[in-house]
C-alpha cells in the first residue's frame, strides 16, 4: 500500500503534502524532525490521508496536490471542518 498524507502544523498552521509505503515510519520521522521541510514547524497533525494500490498513482495524486491550486481547493472544501476554515477559501 501507498499513501498521500497531509498534515498540519500546530505552529504556524502550514499543511505538508507527502507521500510514502509506510505511513508510521514516515510520520515518526516527521515528529522526530527529520524531514526538513517540516523541522522548524514541529508539532504536526495527520488530518487526512489515502490510499492507493500503486505507488505511481500516489506519486501522481501527491503531486497534483501540491501543484495544482484546483486540488488543494477541492481537498479544502471537503476538509473544510478538520481544516477550520472560514468561508473565503
Known amino acids: 500500500m501507498y499513501y498521500v498524507y497531509i498534515l498540519r502544523s ?8 507527502g ?4 505511513l508510521r515510519r514516515r510520520l515518526a520521522e516527521h515528529s522526530e524532525g527529520k524531514n526538513n521541510s517540516t523541522r522548524y514547524r514541529l508539532p504536526l497533525d495527520l488530518i487526512y490521508y489515502e490510499v ?6 500516489a506519486r501522481i495524486r501527491e503531486s497534483r496536490l501540491k501543484k495544482s491550486a484546483g ?5 479544502k472544501r471537503r476538509l473544510r471542518t478538520s481544516l477550520r476554515l472560514d468561508s473565503s477559501v
Open 52 to 57: 492507493y494500490q500503486s505507488q505511481a498513482d
Open 71 to 75: 486540488a488543494r481547493t477541492a481537498l
Open 19 to 22: 507521500s510514502t509505503n509506510d
Open 10 to 17: 500546530k505552529k504556524d498552521g502550514r499543511l505538508y503534502v
